[in-house]
């Protein structure tokens, strides 16, 4: 099975300022993706930012951007300019194909980081 | 805009009760999930399902089964409902690997 693993269960961080939330995987696979969610106090889970690991690239999605370093297999997200409205849990996932049929998919998260962005 | 789609927001059950907990989604997907979310543990899986009569357990699939006769809804079911289950579920479903997964809005159910 696949392990996520989310190392920091709390950080803070002052207003405008930058975060990194770190993130690592267990896995054999080759090819999988990777996801950071947040999820507000309101509950609804929203997605941040996807990679996949077929990519070098790291991926950018405006003030949130990954380090992906698939060798180490770690995916550490950082967000810029941190503003009040990203306080929130974050949490990091891990998706895969499985063998039960074509188009399956397994999505594994970690217990998550809750991130308090501070005035 | 995709929507998925819990029944209830709370639910309050007793222990030994046999509980629904119903989830719809409106996009065709194939792949649906139920997932419990508790404090300092996160979202664990305890069953998807990739296609219509199929499903697959996940990490802690005991005390629940899954129930897919429909490609747009899939159904937890806690067969004799005890204390331990009580918890924050959430629904999520997936078309393909190109395409964000989205969640309902989650059921916190309460065991009494």
């Known amino acids: 099975a696949q392990t996520v693993t989310q190392s920091q269960p709390e950080m803070s961080v002052q207003e405008a300022e930058t975060v990194t939330l770190s993130c690592t995987y267990d896995?054999?696979?080759?090819?999988?993706?990777l996801f950071w969610y947040k999820q507000p106090p309101s509950r609804q889970m929203i997605l941040v930012i996807r990679?996949?690991?077929?990519?070098?690239q790291n991926a950018t999605e405006n003030r949130f951007s990954v380090n992906f370093q698939k060798a180490a297999k770690s995916f550490s997200l950082k967000i810029s300019d941190s503003q009040l409205g990203d306080t929130a849990m974050y949490f990091c996932?891990?998706?895969?194909?499985?063998?039960?049929?074509?188009?399956?998919?397994?999505?594994?998260f970690g217990k998550g980081t809750k991130l308090s962005v501070i005035p | 805009d995709v929507k998925v789609t819990q029944s209830s927001r709370y639910l309050v059950k007793r222990t030994g009760e046999k509980v629904f907990l119903e989830c719809v989604q409106d996009?065709?997907?194939?792949?649906m999930f139920w997932y419990r979310q508790d404090p300092g543990l996160g979202l664990r899986l305890i069953y998807f399902?990739?296609?219509?009569?199929?499903?697959e357990k996940g990490d802690i699939p005991e005390g629940y089964s899954v129930s897919r006769e429909k490609k747009e809804r899939f159904s937890l079911i806690l067969e004799s409902a005890s204390t331990n289950q009580t918890s924050m579920y959430l629904c999520?479903?997936?078309?393909?690997?190109?395409?964000?997964?989205?969640f309902g809005d989650g059921t916190r159910l309460s065991i009494l």
């Open positions: 996932a891990f998706m895969k194909h499985v063998n039960s049929g074509a188009g399956s998919y397994q999505l594994t």
């Open positions: 896995t054999s696979e080759n090819n999988y993706y």
């Open positions: 990679q996949e690991a077929y990519k070098q």
């Open positions: 996009m065709d997907h194939e792949n």
């Open positions: 399902s990739y296609d219509v009569k199929m499903k």
């Open positions: 999520a479903s997936i078309g393909t690997e190109h395409q964000p997964q989205h």
